[in-house]
């Protein structure tokens, strides 16, 4: 019988180091993750101011502050900045919500009027979402 000769395992493919590049695999999970991310946390703060702006309304009482529509347009700049491709629509949705945020806190008085804007506006986003159909990347 003869020795089996020893098995050759081919080396791995060697990567540059320097510092210039990065690997494509990881920057785009870590990518994905903070897009994740933002969308959590921009619809739990969507959520929790609309949800104070949805009592006030069906309660009759008056919100105490500004803090619900800085909640909700503050979750909605979050959520926009992660969820919409298009840049432009991106940024004018992120820079409206803020601006909107930014007046509230200006104004520093919700009246009615203003939460029914919030309201119907958040129902239609709600709906084009549950019946908008994603494209699948090709």
């Known amino acids: 019988m003869t020795p089996a000769e ?5 080396e791995p493919e060697k990567r540059s180091a320097s510092p210039g590049q990065s ?3 990881e920057q785009e999970s870590s990518d994905r993750h903070w897009r994740v991310l933002g969308k959590m946390v921009g619809t739990a703060f ?5 949800l ?3 009592l006030s309304i069906s309660g009759g009482f008056e919100l105490s502050g500004v803090v619900a529509m800085l909640l909700y347009f503050c979750g909605l700049a979050m959520w ?3 969820s919409i491709e298009h840049p432009t629509l991106r ?5 409206g919500a803020i601006g909107v945020a930014v007046g509230f806190l200006q104004y520093g008085e ?5 939460k029914q804007v919030v309201f ?3 129902s239609i986003m709600v709906l084009y979402f549950m019946f908008h159909e994603p494209s699948k990347p090709t």
């Open 6 to 10: 020893p098995q050759q395992v081919p």
């Open 23 to 25: 690997n494509e695999p």
């Open 46 to 50: 969507m959520f929790l101011g609309f």
């Open 52 to 54: 104070q702006v949805f």
């Open 80 to 82: 926009a900045n992660a």
């Open 91 to 95: 940024w004018a949705v992120t820079v």
């Open 110 to 114: 919700i009246l009615f009027w203003h």
């Open 120 to 122: 119907w506006g958040t």
